[in-house]
């Protein structure tokens, strides 16, 4: 147990969008990311069908794993000892599974990490609504979860995608090095939740820090995986068809910084290692994948010193620039579903 604002803290917990582990889960597991939002059978199936190209397996709860296990050892190398739990929102392990897994096992008050780094519905106040929603069954007897201020501005963060960054320029032949266009890729939203969420602009400045440490050219902040009907207007330019443009202004060099993504998951494996090379290497265009964060040290170091700003109100949260945090507790007008 350690000390706190508010509190005794008991334990860490990761919060994180889950994947299916088997390709009997991809079906299960996409209803439960769709419940609610009627979309039709035929479109599951498509979706469905990607998975099962790639082995019926998200690589993304694999990657937590990881995560988990490297976070232990960083947070004991620094002194805190304290119990990591992990739990999801649309596959096994499920948030109320291990809420309830906590109370059995004594937690009153644990500090969450959420995996998403920008503010949006879905990226940030979705997730506070699923933990609220996890712990309501077990009434007053739940386990009370304050959750981290998101990344999106903290020095760590940025190194991490800078050290990327760089090295996917490196993987491009010197003499297209100087004229490799760098694309920075989000999931896309609807225009209208955007619209009440800082995600494009915490997007772009990220886009920007990262770029002043990076030797290269020019930037382009862009979207992938829409997922609504055409009729929805969502945040543009989609990835694909800016490849195409760039391919057409004649650019030869592209590094591809999935900036909106700390893993590996299905999306940037499939949008950006499958389609995107593949448009790619069909205009002639010679595309370099940077890392995400996954488990890196720095990444890593990062999650435990925010750990920490809570535990110790008096230590300072570093940012870049000297911008505000995010806070640790959103406005109720913030990042509101629409």
């Known amino acids: 147990m350690t000390e706190g604002p508010g509190g005794d803290v008991d334990a860490v917990l990761v919060v994180s969008f889950g994947g299916p582990e088997a390709p009997g889960d991809v079906i299960p597991f996409l209803q439960n990311v769709t419940r609610g939002r009627r979309v039709p059978a035929q479109r599951l199936q498509a979706v469905a069908a990607r998975y099962r190209d790639l082995g019926g397996k998200s690589p993304l709860n694999d990657q937590c794993r990881e995560l988990i296990a490297a976070l232990r050892i960083e947070l004991s190398a620094h002194g805190i000892e304290l119990p990591i739990y992990w739990g999801n929102r649309n596959w096994h392990p499920l948030l109320p599974d291990t809420l309830a897994t906590m109370r059995r096992d004594g937690v009153q008050r644990a500090l969450a990490y959420v995996t998403s780094a920008f503010g949006s519905y879905s990226g940030c106040r979705q997730y506070r609504e699923n933990l609220a929603a996890a712990g309501a069954p077990l009434g007053a007897s739940a386990p009370r979860v304050d959750v981290l201020r998101r990344p999106y501005n903290h020095p760590d963060f940025i190194d991490t995608w800078v050290e990327a960054v760089r090295a996917a320029l490196a993987q491009v032949p010197p003499p297209g090095r100087a004229h490799a266009r760098v694309v920075f890729t989000a999931h896309s939203i609807p225009c209208s939740m955007a619209a009440t969420s800082p995600y494009e602009a ?20 862009v979207y992938q995986s829409r997922s609504g009907p055409a009729a929805v207007p969502w945040l543009e330019p989609d990835v694909l068809e800016h490849l195409d443009r760039l391919a057409s202004g004649g650019c030869r060099d592209v590094v591809l910084c999935p900036l909106g993504f700390l893993s590996d998951h299905v999306e940037v494996v499939w949008d950006l290692d499958r389609e995107a090379r593949n448009l790619a290497e069909g205009r002639g265009v010679r595309l370099v994948r940077a890392a995400t964060p996954g488990a890196h040290p720095r990444y890593v170091s990062m999650v435990r010193e925010l750990i920490q700003e809570r535990l110790d ?9 000297g911008t505000e945090p995010a806070p640790d507790v959103c406005p109720s007008d913030c990042c509101v579903a629409q």
């Open 202 to 221: 915490e997007l772009r400045a990220a886009c920007a820090w990262i770029m002043e440490q990076v030797d290269a050219r020019g930037y382009d902040l």
């Open 313 to 321: 109100p008096s230590r300072p949260r570093r940012t870049v620039g």
